[in-house]
């Protein structure tokens, strides 16, 4: 095993929470070590020796390392290559300040934790996975936190009305949120100017970079392994390359999705560890070998109180592929409402209009979250559709869930949006013609009203909705809102009834863009 740097097998998803203190035993970060290695599985592990070459005809890899200029050549029968990914550093001015770091590996770790101790002031560029964690872990350590994200939300993956609490969450926690603009250079001088697209100017002391990664494929590509016009490896299901005697595997390899088939890239620790089993079983064992049946692409994370994750295809992912889909929002508590401590969740749910098939999912909550977004992994895994999630036997007692757990209501929403039960609205609509009736209670209504926008509102509580259909007019549609999307389903179902031609707004208000409107 040849390794460039000092350290194996080491937790980096865990680097962040070591850097705020949470994990407090560094070495709890070495799963495994060169010593522990040739303990258990009599391996050659060599540290600080990097390959720099590969020889495909000769079968050999050359190798540096040990004292300084020696080279030796390494002959192989097969050859395995999981060289991950590095993060970005985009060639812009000042990017090479001392205070700029990017989050890899244990000395990375390292230098970040020590640059802290003396900055008060963290700027953290890039509101993805890493960048979130980084932010939180930093306000944990008491510093003063800006988080700058180039696009209008944090966790680019996910669909925007489902980020909105993790937004919330960092800005009651703290931080200062800075969506929609980006950094196009740094100044160095007594500290480090982050100086935006947008003109503003933001002082750090330390700046963490966690804008994306690259593979680390140079030795792939000068070996003449077949590559993606990105720079990842491709390879087949058993993780092979082109070469078949050469397999790749993690970050810097380029595999199949499952719900599409095509080709897609996956910077997960779960999926790395799968392929590393896949390649490993085929070269040892082929006669009990199956094919890696392509990535799904699940992934969570939390915010202070805050946790959100996906999995699958989100509705912005399926709409630029240009995929038919369809989509519903619910909400409801993470167990029986009336024990104890219930707390609010907010599922969304794509799904195949031809086959009902289960595309994608998105969940968000203070709790709960990661039950059930494996749950729908599972369901994507499975092929299940909406009508196997409307009915799949869950467990439930009061302090652990629901009768109707928050995923059968989401299958059931989607079998009645399929069924023409109820015509989903995914936003509020922008036509100053529709006419929009909150069916909230009055006073709920008069305590967080949302602003009209030139459209046309009315409350009228859904208990006496019935008895006042006349103040509508009939002959111009209806879009029903609530706070949670449950009582507008029930109102469109008598507008409907009524002849209105009239859609719910699926998710509610707390589904809705418009902070003014969330009732997290």
């Not at 350290?7 to 070591?18: E, K, Q, R, T």
């Not at 669909?159 to 937004?167: I, K, P, Y």
Request: glycine share 10%; net charge neutral; hydrophobic share 40%.
């Amino acid at each position: 095993m040849i390794e460039r740097g000092p350290d194996v097998s080491f937790a980096n998803c865990g680097l962040p929470y070591f850097i705020g203190g949470e994990i407090a035993d560094r070495s709890a970060l070495s799963v495994q070590t060169p010593q522990t290695l040739k303990a258990m599985l009599n391996l050659d592990v060599r540290t600080r020796t990097e390959a720099v070459a590969i020889d495909r005809p000769g079968k050999r890899v050359r190798v540096r390392g040990g004292s300084p200029g020696s080279e030796e050549w390494i002959a192989y029968d097969k050859l395995v290559l999981a060289p991950g990914a590095v993060p970005i550093r985009p060639p812009l001015p000042g990017i090479g300040s001392p205070r700029i770091h990017t989050l890899r590996n244990l000395q990375d770790m390292d230098r970040i934790k020590a640059a802290a101790v003396a900055a008060e002031q963290v700027v953290v560029i890039g509101g993805g996975f890493i960048g979130v964690e980084m932010a939180e872990q930093l306000v944990r350590l008491e510093k003063k936190v800006a988080l700058v994200e180039m696009l209008d939300q944090v966790i680019p993956p996910m669909d925007a009305s489902m980020t909105v609490l993790v937004e919330d969450e960092l800005r009651q926690g703290g931080v200062d949120l800075i969506l929609g603009d980006g950094v196009v250079a740094f100044e160095d001088g007594g500290k480090t100017i982050c100086s935006l697209r947008s003109g503003r100017k933001v002082e750090a002391d330390l700046v963490v970079l966690a804008i994306g990664v690259r593979p680390d494929t140079a030795l792939a590509r000068d070996a003449g392994l077949l590559l993606d016009p990105r720079g990842y490896i491709r390879v087949d299901g058993h993780m092979r390359t082109s070469d078949p005697d050469i397999y790749a595997a993690g970050d810097a390899v380029l595999v199949s999705d499952y719900v599409s088939g095509d080709p897609c890239t996956v910077a997960l620790g779960g999926p790395a560890n799968r392929q590393g089993r896949a390649a490993a079983t085929h070269i040892f064992r082929p006669d009990l070998a199956r094919e890696m049946p392509g990535a799904i692409g699940t992934a969570i994370v939390r915010a202070f109180n805050a946790t959100a994750g996906l999995t699958g295809w989100s509705e912005k992912r399926l709409r630029a592929a240009g995929r038919s889909y369809r989509s519903t929002t619910v909400n409801d508590k993470h167990h029986a409402g009336y024990f104890p401590a219930a707390q609010p969740l907010m599922l969304k749910l794509l799904w195949d209009p031809a086959t009902g098939r289960v595309l994608g999912a998105q969940v968000t909550g203070l709790d709960g979250v990661d039950k059930r977004l494996d749950v729908l992994a599972t369901a994507i895994a499975g092929g299940l559709t909406i009508d196997r999630l409307a009915q799949l036997e869950l467990a439930y007692a009061p302090p652990f869930g629901s009768a109707k757990d928050i995923v059968n209501l989401a299958g059931m929403s989607a079998c009645n949006a399929r069924d023409g039960l109820v015509d989903p609205a995914g936003e509020l609509p922008g036509d100053p013609t529709v006419q929009i009736v909150d069916v909230r209670p009055q006073g709920h209504a008069k305590a967080h009203p949302f602003p009209a926008g030139g459209r046309a509102v009315v409350n009228i509580p859904l208990d006496v909705l019935r008895s006042r259909l006349g103040e509508l007019d009939r002959s111009r549609p209806v879009v029903a809102v609530c706070a949670l999307g449950k009582n507008s389903y029930f109102a469109a179902r008598i507008l409907a009834q009524n002849g209105f031609s009239v859609q719910s707004l699926s998710g509610g208000l707390r589904a809705s863009l418009d902070r003014t409107c969330s009732t997290w």
